[in-house]
C-alpha cells in the first residue's frame, strides 16, 4: 500500500516538472515595454514563489514527526502543483504576444484605448478565442496564496480575448473599447461610485427593493437570500452597462453600430446571468446618442438601419412583472447616473458628435477619392482613430447599401461586417495616422 510518505517525492517530482515546462517555454525576451513583458514578469513571479513554497513544504515534510503533519505538507504541495498546472495557459498567450494575431491598425487601436480609456500604458495581449472577454492580471490571485507581494514592474497585463474568425474585421474594432472598460472598471471602483450615485435616487432605491421583495414570494426564499441573488444581477449588470458606456462614450456611433451588429443576431431579450438583455443594452447605448448630432447623423446617413435599432431598443421585456425585469426598471433609472459617472472617469477623453463633425468632411472627402484617410489636409495632424471608425462605418454600409438592390435595409449592417475586402483598407488608415502621430511627438 503507497502511504503519504511514499507519494511526495513523486509529487514534488511532478511539480517542478510543470514549473521547468514554464521557464523552458519557447524563447520570449520581450524588452521592458514591449507586449508581453509584462505577462513575462507576472509569470516569472508566479513561479518563483511556486519554487520557494515547494521548498518549503518539502522542508515540511522531511521534518515531519506526524502522519497528521505529512498529509498537511501533501495537501500543500497537491494546491501548488493545481497552481502550476493552471499557469499553462499563459503559453499560448506569449505566442500571441510575440506573434500578435491582430494587423498593426488594429494593435494601435487597442494601444489608443488604454491609454486614452484607461490613462496608462499597460501590456495588452490581445489572443485569439471563440468570445470577447478579458482577463485582467491573470496571475495576480495567485500572488497572496504564494506569500509574495506584487509583481516587480508597473504594467499592468491584460488578456483581450476576441473571436479568432474576426481578426480581421474593422467594423467591431470598437468592441475592444468595452473589454479595456472592464479593466477601467475595476481600476477605477466605477460599479461602486455609479451605485452610490444611483443610490441618492429613492426610485432607484425603491425599485431594487421591489425586485428583491417580488423573487422572495415568488421564489419563497428567505429574505437575505433574495437579497443576496438580486444584489449580485444588479453588481453584474452595472459593470456590463458601464463598459458599455465607456465604450460609447468614448468612441461615439461606432460602437453602437458594432455592438449592435455583433450582438443582436446572438441574443435578443432575455437577461444573462452576467449580462443584461441585449435590446435593454441597446436601448442604454441609444440613450447616450439621442438628441446629439450622433442622431442626426445616423438618421441622415443609415435611416433604415437606425430606425431599426430605435426599435429593437424598445423590444418588449421578457416576463414585465418579474423580479429581473423590475431590476431592469431600477437601472433604467439609474441610467444617468452611470453615465455621469462614466464621463467623470473619461474626462476629455468623451467623444461628442461636436469632436467627430469636425473632422469628418476631410475625412470623408479622402474617402470618397479613396485616399488613405491618414491626416488633415490643411492643419497636417493625424486623423483621430475614432473618426476613421466612424466615417469608415458610414462609408462601408453606404457602399453595401448601393449594391444591393433592396437599397438600405437593417441587413445593411450585416453586409457591412461582410465586406471584408474593404476592412483592410480602413485598418490601415488607423495604423498610418498613428505612425503619423508617434512621428510628429517623437520629431
Ligand atoms: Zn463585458
Known amino acids: 500500500m503507497v502511504s503519504p510518505g511514499d507519494d511526495f517525492p513523486f509529487l514534488v517530482e511532478s511539480a517542478r516538472r510543470f514549473i521547468a515546462l514554464l521557464a523552458n517555454r519557447p524563447a520570449f525576451d520581450a524588452k521592458s515595454g514591449e507586449r508581453g513583458s509584462a505577462l513575462v514578469q507576472h509569470i516569472e513571479?508566479?513561479?518563483?514563489g511556486l519554487e520557494s513554497q515547494i521548498d518549503g513544504v518539502q522542508a515540511k515534510?522531511?521534518?515531519?514527526?506526524?502522519?497528521?503533519?505529512?498529509?498537511?505538507?501533501?495537501?500543500?504541495?497537491?494546491?501548488?502543483?493545481?497552481?502550476?498546472?493552471?499557469?499553462?495557459?499563459?503559453?499560448?498567450?506569449?505566442?500571441?504576444?510575440?506573434?500578435?494575431?491582430?494587423?498593426?491598425?488594429?494593435?494601435?487601436?487597442i494601444d489608443h484605448l488604454s491609454e486614452a480609456m484607461l490613462k496608462e500604458v499597460a501590456d495588452v495581449v490581445p489572443t485569439s478565442a471563440t468570445e470577447y472577454s478579458t482577463e485582467q492580471q491573470p496571475f495576480a490571485p495567485l500572488f497572496p496564496k504564494l506569500g509574495?507581494?506584487?509583481?516587480?514592474?508597473?504594467?499592468?497585463?491584460?488578456?483581450?480575448?476576441?473571436?479568432?474568425?474576426?481578426?480581421?474585421?474593422?467594423?467591431?474594432?470598437?468592441?475592444?473599447?468595452?473589454?479595456?472598460?472592464?479593466?477601467?472598471?475595476?481600476?477605477d471602483r466605477l460599479t461602486t461610485k455609479?451605485?452610490?450615485?444611483?443610490?441618492?435616487?429613492?426610485?432607484?432605491?425603491?425599485?431594487?427593493?421591489?425586485?428583491?421583495?417580488?423573487?422572495?414570494?415568488?421564489?419563497?426564499?428567505?429574505?437575505?437570500?433574495a437579497s443576496l441573488i438580486m444584489d449580485e444581477r444588479?453588481?453584474?449588470?452595472?459593470?456590463?452597462l458601464l463598459c458599455d458606456q465607456l465604450a460609447v462614450q468614448h468612441l461615439g456611433a461606432s460602437y453602437l453600430l458594432a455592438f449592435s451588429v455583433y450582438l443582436v443576431p446572438l441574443t435578443w431579450n432575455a437577461p444573462g446571468p452576467?449580462?443584461?438583455?441585449?435590446t435593454f443594452r441597446i436601448s442604454h447605448l441609444l440613450r447616450w446618442v439621442e438628441g446629439t448630432p450622433w442622431e442626426d447623423l445616423l438618421t441622415n446617413r443609415m435611416p433604415a438601419s437606425y430606425a431599426w435599432l430605435k426599435e429593437v431598443a424598445a423590444a418588449p421585456r421578457q416576463k414585465p412583472a418579474a423580479p429581473i425585469s423590475i431590476l431592469l426598471d431600477a437601472l433604467d433609472v439609474a441610467q444617468p447616473d452611470f453615465a455621469a459617472t462614466v464621463s467623470e472617469s473619461l474626462g476629455k477623453?468623451?467623444?461628442?458628435?461636436?469632436?467627430?463633425?469636425?473632422?469628418?468632411?476631410?475625412?470623408?472627402?479622402?474617402?470618397?477619392?479613396e485616399v488613405l484617410p491618414v491626416q488633415h489636409p490643411s492643419?497636417?495632424?493625424?486623423?483621430?482613430?475614432?473618426?476613421?471608425?466612424?466615417?469608415?462605418?458610414?462609408?462601408?454600409?453606404?457602399?453595401?447599401?448601393?449594391?444591393?438592390?433592396?437599397?438600405?435595409?437593417?441587413?445593411?449592417?450585416?453586409?457591412?461586417?461582410?465586406?471584408t475586402d474593404s476592412h483592410p483598407f480602413f485598418t490601415k488608415a488607423i495604423e498610418l495616422s498613428r505612425v503619423l502621430g508617434i512621428w510628429e511627438k517623437t520629431g
Open 45 to 48: 513571479h508566479t513561479t518563483s
Open 61 to 109: 515534510f522531511e521534518a515531519a514527526t506526524s502522519p497528521l503533519e505529512k498529509s498537511v505538507a501533501l495537501k500543500h504541495l497537491r494546491l501548488l502543483t493545481g497552481y502550476a498546472h493552471f499557469m499553462r495557459r499563459a503559453l499560448p498567450w506569449l505566442e500571441d504576444a510575440k506573434n500578435p494575431p491582430l494587423e498593426l491598425g488594429a494593435l494601435y487601436f
Open 148 to 187: 509574495l507581494g506584487p509583481a516587480p514592474g508597473a504594467l499592468r497585463p491584460i488578456i483581450l480575448n476576441f473571436p479568432a474568425l474576426e481578426a480581421g474585421s474593422f467594423p467591431l474594432l470598437p468592441l475592444f473599447a468595452h473589454e479595456i472598460g472592464h479593466t477601467v472598471v475595476t481600476k
Open 194 to 225: 455609479a451605485l452610490e450615485r444611483a443610490q441618492l435616487n429613492p426610485e432607484f432605491n425603491k425599485l431594487v427593493e421591489s425586485s428583491k421583495k417580488t423573487l422572495e414570494i415568488a421564489e419563497g426564499l428567505t429574505e437575505e437570500r
Open 234 to 240: 444588479l453588481s453584474y449588470w452595472t459593470i456590463e
Open 274 to 278: 452576467r449580462h443584461p438583455p441585449t
Open 349 to 369: 477623453n468623451v467623444y461628442s458628435a461636436h469632436d467627430y463633425l469636425a473632422e469628418s468632411r476631410h475625412l470623408d472627402d479622402q474617402l470618397r477619392y
Open 379 to 419: 492643419k497636417k495632424t493625424p486623423f483621430d482613430p475614432r473618426a476613421i471608425l466612424v466615417s469608415g462605418w458610414l462609408t462601408l454600409h453606404e457602399e453595401a447599401a448601393k449594391a444591393d438592390p433592396a437599397g438600405e435595409t437593417p441587413s445593411t449592417l450585416c453586409r457591412t461586417l461582410a465586406a
